[in-house]
């Protein structure tokens, strides 16, 4: 399933469903009540978009309390989400993307290290398709 296009709001709630699940809404209100400050009925409105748009899924329907868990992998909705960014800051190029981040980021030597390794992977690995 294609990652669906979630809000910030909606993101926050997955979070908590990404890192224990499955989760009642009363559980995930819990959960981000000092965080947020959100009522139990937000988190409530939250959970239904994205149960709506195929972000979340209910364990069973017929239980009570309902219990959800996410039906993407955090993954996929970070990869989704880096991709509007690139397309919607820097249509679509990810040099000017790279240099931004290069130039900006506050990089220790070890991840500049670890950044130049995986550049060289890509490299590689295209070369060798």
């Not at 149960?51 to 970070?78: F, I, M, N, T, W």
Request: charged letters at 30%.
């Amino acid at each position: 399933m294609e990652a669906p296009n979630i809000s910030e709001s909606e993101w926050t709630v997955m979070e908590v469903l990404w890192d224990i699940s499955p989760r009642s809404a009363s559980e995930v209100a819990k959960a981000l009540k000092k965080q947020t400050g959100w009522a139990e009925n937000t988190v409530r409105t939250l959970i239904t978009r994205l149960v709506e748009k195929g972000a979340l899924q209910v364990s069973d329907e017929s239980s009570s309390p309902k219990l959800y868990s996410p039906a993407v992998k955090r993954e996929a909705c970070v990869k989704a989400e880096s991709e509007s960014f690139m397309d919607r800051i820097f249509k679509g190029a990810a040099k000017p993307l790279l240099v931004h981040f290069a130039r900006n980021a506050k990089l220790t030597p070890d991840e500049v290290a670890e950044l130049k390794k995986l550049l060289d992977q890509s490299t590689s690995d295209k070369n060798s398709k």
